[in-house]
């Protein structure tokens, strides 16, 4: 019996905060005055009058015009994505190839070229306060995780070239060579 009423005020607290939630607030604060209401400007029809047969066909439904500023996307959210656009959890954990050679960033290519170096693999990004990607790092060099370091690179000294094999697929690649990277201090984030 004590469980049932255990449970039963359980569930009334509970329940509380949630059909309060829906509840208006009526309340003024001193000096202010309180939100006027104003009658709907037409009255119900008698039910007697509006009833219809039950086999009358159904008055077609009315749709309300649509209120603009609940269809218009808020400022800031208003932004589609364009063909070429690059998703960030596509971009980290994509190799990153070094080109002793200029490549085309143009060029559309079926497997890494012969002259390409796997580096390493991008760890993450670097932002700047204003949102621009400044950087990727790589994570180079060790063996099996051992060694291993961080090395940024400056977004703008990347190339993205696509995959002809894959329409979504893409190479990164870097114009550098592997020893040029591997002697790059470790990348440290500064103190915030």
Known sequence: MTKLLASTALIAMLA???LAQTATDTTTTPGTAAPATTAPATTAPDAAATTAPMDAEAPAATTAAPDATATAPAAGFGYTAAAGDLSAETFIGKRLYAAETDVD?????NAAGDDWD???EISDLVLSKDG???????????????????VAVAM?????????????DYFIVFNANRAALENAPAFEWADM
């Open 105 to 109: 960033p143009n060029a559309t290519v």
């Open 132 to 150: 621009k990607v400044e950087a990727v790092l790589v994570d180079i060099g060790g063996f099996l995780g051992m060694g291993e370091k961080s």
């Open 16 to 18: 509380g905060p949630a």
């Open 156 to 168: 703008d000294q990347l190339h993205i070239i696509r995959d002809g094999d894959s329409e979504n």
């Open 118 to 120: 796997d580096i390493g």
